[in-house]
T-cell receptor
């Protein structure tokens, strides 16, 4: 069965620090990859997605993620975080021929001014 | 203003009672989904529907039931058979189900507390 691992459960950073959140999945075939974000009190929303093409994907608010097929990874990065990035981040994966998303357990990011 | 609405935002029930959570979308999406979110466990799929009058069990369907009589509505009933119903429930929709994954759009969620 497919699974998604997010190794960092809780990350605390100061503003301007760089961010990298890990995401690994277990599935050998073609995958679609997503990062969703849940800001405090707001809906879960899409941050970025990878379907095919350039493995470096840029999303909203300066976030990017790199798909490394050989490592089964899709890590999320941001060069300089802001206080407003405080949120919970979820990695999600689907295999190419299904419409079901498998979510990771989430990473809670706290950014202090 | 398009989107997904879930009501109510907070719901309290006594143990042994069934409760129905509402989910409505005006995005004209074919596919709708119900997830349960628990701390430290991410989102787990309860039920999903790719088209009106059809739905499939997700990973944790026991103790839940759904219906899909209208394209825009996908209510979830939490039955008394659900062993641990207290959770945050999220509804989502996407353009189309089937064999391609599209972006899912999420509602604001309903926090259910059963005592």
């Amino acid at each position: 069965a497919q699974s998604v691992s997010q190794h960092n459960h809780h990350v605390i950073l100061s503003e301007a620090a760089s961010l990298e959140l890990g995401c690994n999945y277990s599935y050998g075939g073609t995958v679609n990859l997503f990062w969703y974000v849940q800001y405090p009190g707001q809906h879960l929303q899409l941050l970025l997605k990878y379907f095919s093409g350039d493995p470096l994907v840029k999303g909203i608010k300066g976030f990017e993620a790199e798909f490394i097929k050989s490592k089964f990874s899709f890590n999320l990065r941001k060069p300089s975080v802001q206080w407003s990035d405080t949120a919970e981040y979820f990695c999600a994966v689907s295999s190419y021929n299904t419409d079901k998303l498998i979510f990771g357990t989430g990473t809670r990011l706290q950014v202090f001014p | 203003d398009g989107g997904i609405t879930q009501s109510p935002k907070y719901l309290f029930r006594k143990e042994g009672q069934n409760v129905t959570l509402s989910c409505e979308q005006n995005l004209n999406h074919d596919a709708m989904y119900w997830y349960r979110q628990d701390p430290g466990q991410g989102l787990r799929l309860i039920y999903y529907s790719q088209i009106v009058n059809d739905f499939q069990k997700g990973d944790i369907a026991e103790g839940y039931s759904v219906s899909r009589e209208k394209k825009e509505s996908f209510p979830l009933t939490v039955t008394s058979a659900q062993k641990n119903p207290t959770a945050f429930y999220l509804c989502a929709s996407s353009i189309g189900g089937g064999r391609v994954t599209y972006e899912q759009y999420f509602g604001p969620g309903t926090r259910l507390t059963v005592t």
